[in-house]
């Protein structure tokens, strides 16, 4: 192999080094840039189920609110018809 062969043959070999290098930082980033998505992720995830469970919470304590108007009404409907046929009677 000649001197210029030999020659060109290194410079081959850093050019190469220096691409997978620098493909190599770009992986790096990447990665950086994968975890700290995941992390503001998992962190908007985290709230939205915080705010999913004060939503439950809420939605179960007005069908419980419902629940017991509902049956005081039934409760007070029978006196309110005593009521009104005794007012009938008058």
């Known amino acids: 192999m000649s001197s210029a062969h030999w ?3 290194q410079d081959f070999l850093r050019r190469l ?3 997978v290098n620098a493909q190599q930082q770009i ?3 990447c990665e950086r840039n ?3 998505h995941r992390q503001r ?3 908007k995830r985290q709230r939205l189920q915080s705010l999913e469970r004060v939503l439950e919470k809420y939605e179960t304590e007005d069908q419980i609110h ?3 108007r509902e049956q005081k009404r039934l409760d007070e409907l029978p006196k ?3 009521t009104g046929f005794a007012a009938d009677d008058d």
Do not use: F, G, H, K
Request: glycine share 0%; aromatic share 10%.
């Open 7 to 9: 020659q060109d043959y």
């Open 17 to 19: 080094d220096t691409a």
């Open 27 to 29: 992986v790096r980033d």
């Open 34 to 36: 994968l975890e700290i």
């Open 41 to 43: 992720w998992m962190a």
């Open 66 to 68: 419902e629940a017991r």
């Open 80 to 82: 309110s018809r005593a």
